[in-house]
């Protein structure tokens, strides 16, 4: 069992920088993946980025490569995502995710265990 809890989120205005954590509760912490996702209103949650347990692989969505970046600290029980140059279409509720296994899914159903979320929301 892994309890996800984030944190960071909150109003940017367009090109800032914001960075969300996400603690996971857990002593196998290092053995998830772990991903981001997104939800804006009306929409559909979409897939953001996932890191392997080693930190070594990720897997980023299009339209935030080069911007974003994941990042773990295992002795922390921490998952970072560092947010640059953002866009209102940026804005949404961010959920941080756990999954077994060892491929970099952009599939929500791949992931057991999500956070509550924070909302982040960047005006133009």
């Known amino acids: 069992q892994v309890q996800l809890v984030e944190s960071g989120g909150g109003l940017v205005q367009a090109g800032d920088s914001l960075r969300l954590s996400c603690a996971a509760s857990?002593?196998?912490?290092?053995?998830?993946?772990m991903g981001w996702f997104r939800q804006a209103p009306g929409k559909e949650r979409e897939f953001v980025v996932a890191?392997?347990?080693?930190?070594?692989?990720?897997f980023y969505a299009d339209s935030v490569k080069g911007r974003f970046t994941i990042s773990r600290d295992n002795a922390k029980n921490t998952v970072y995502l560092q947010m640059n140059s953002l866009k209102p279409e940026d804005t949404a509720v961010y959920y941080c995710a756990a999954a077994n296994g060892d491929v970099l899914s952009n599939w929500s159903l791949s992931y057991h265990y999500w956070g509550q979320g924070t909302q982040v929301t960047v005006s133009s």
């Open positions: 890191i392997s347990w080693s930190g070594d692989r990720t």
């Open positions: 857990g002593r196998t912490f290092s053995r998830y993946i």
